[in-house]
């Protein structure tokens, strides 16, 4: 006769006779030393309060997020600082979007100095609204881009970003421009 798997925990086989409740057989599952969790790991948990981690959580995030470069890094990928002064120009053009003449000019000089454009979704947003279509479509083909990539997080997109690509697929004279707004739109929406 087969034995049940349940034997050697106490299960009682065919017969139905346990000699361990549920709740002892479901406490003593994932106990083995192959189960281990990184939260009930004391020494893991030490490390990851330490300051030295911390910091490096913080600088590996400004990495990814387009933030600040630490110091050492900021030398081997940046020795000129040209990535930390077109994020302070694109900062400084985002703080004087209150007056739309200036700020139109503003960003005519940006892509002057800076002709390619940054993959921040915020800045991107803001460039579909620039009076000339040109600029508009560049910022548009920019965000079609990292859309293609998987570079836009819907959770971090703005929320004017819709209202946009919608007014550029009613406004726009080129019937491709709006064509191509109305489907990053929709598969923004997905």
Do not use: C, N
Not at 75 to 90: S, V, Y
């Amino acid at each position: 006769m087969a034995r049940d798997k349940d034997d050697d925990r106490g299960g009682g086989g065919f017969s139905g006779k346990r000699t361990k409740s549920w709740r002892e057989i479901d406490a003593s599952r994932g106990k083995g030393r192959g189960h281990t969790s990184r939260q009930d790991d004391p020494a893991q948990q030490r490390i990851e309060r330490s300051a030295s981690y911390q910091k490096y959580k913080a600088a590996a995030d400004a990495l990814f997020t387009g933030g600040e470069l630490p110091e050492g890094l900021a030398k081997t990928f940046d020795p000129e600082g040209k990535r930390k002064a077109q994020k302070q120009a694109m900062q400084k053009l985002m703080e004087s979007a209150e007056d739309p003449r200036a700020w139109a000019q503003g960003v005519l000089d940006y892509l002057e100095k800076y002709p390619e454009l940054p993959e921040d979704p915020y800045f991107l947003d803001s460039l579909l609204g620039h009076p000339r279509e040109r600029i508009s479509d560049k910022a548009l083909g920019k965000l079609e881009e990292m859309e293609a990539e998987g570079k836009l997080v819907k959770a971090k997109l703005p929320k004017s970003l819709d209202q946009r690509l919608k007014g550029i697929e009613l406004t726009s004279s080129d019937p491709d421009t709006q064509g191509r707004a109305k489907t990053l739109r929709e598969k923004l929406r997905a």
